[in-house]
């Protein structure tokens, strides 16, 4: 797809309203389902964080999105794939200030060159106790993109064309922190097995898109 027409498609999505949990859970294991139907989040005090979908267009004008490989670290959500973004600091003015500032960090892009088109719905995530802000952006340019080297250990660079495809949907069988052998929906995007809540954000953002293909 040309970063011309989805800039087109991309001012249709802005105004459409958000499918929800519905497009979520379309990628979200059975027993994340389950539990987050039962689960009252605002009484577990989660933390708070923000994430940005970030979409450009490469030196061939065609659109690509920008997605992270986290660094290998004593956690819940070591080496897998997410959106750039981070936690809420008390010096951010909103939660799109977080989303910018904390992609700038993580990848480079100059925070005012971050043109914000939607925020999506908050994802709550369980292992962490985080509730996950995410929005749609885009840049004008190609970026020059640099790494934060300490929470960052690779950049991904996938292709809207093969986000929408459905072809990129599988089924994976994986061994996490919490559990083992648990079979999850999943996006196979540029070698990469995409699960858990950026699947399903990413879940949202291909609905909305696909609405208006």
Known sequence: MTFD???????????L???????????????????????????????EAAVTALFYPN???QTFLILILRKTYKGVHSAQIGF???????EDKDLKDTAKRETEEEVGVPYDDIQIIKKMTTAYIPP??????PFIGYLEDTP????????VEDIVLVDIDDFLNEDSLIEETLTTSYATEL???????????????TAMMLSEIKTLFKQVL
Request: hydrophobic share 40%.
């Open 5 to 15: 027409d989805f800039k087109v498609l991309a001012s249709k999505v802005e105004n």
């Open 17 to 47: 309203e958000l499918p929800g949990k519905k497009a979520l859970f379309k990628m979200a294991p059975m027993e994340r389902v389950k539990e987050l139907k039962d689960v009252d989040i605002k009484a577990l005090n989660p933390r």
């Open 59 to 61: 030196k061939d004008n």
């Open 84 to 90: 750039p973004g981070g936690k809420v600091e008390p």
């Open 128 to 133: 962490s106790n985080f509730n996950v802000h």
């Open 144 to 151: 020059k993109l640099i790494k934060q080297d300490d929470e």
């Open 183 to 197: 079979t999850v929906p999943a996006f196979h995007l540029n070698g990469h097995v995409v699960w858990g809540a």
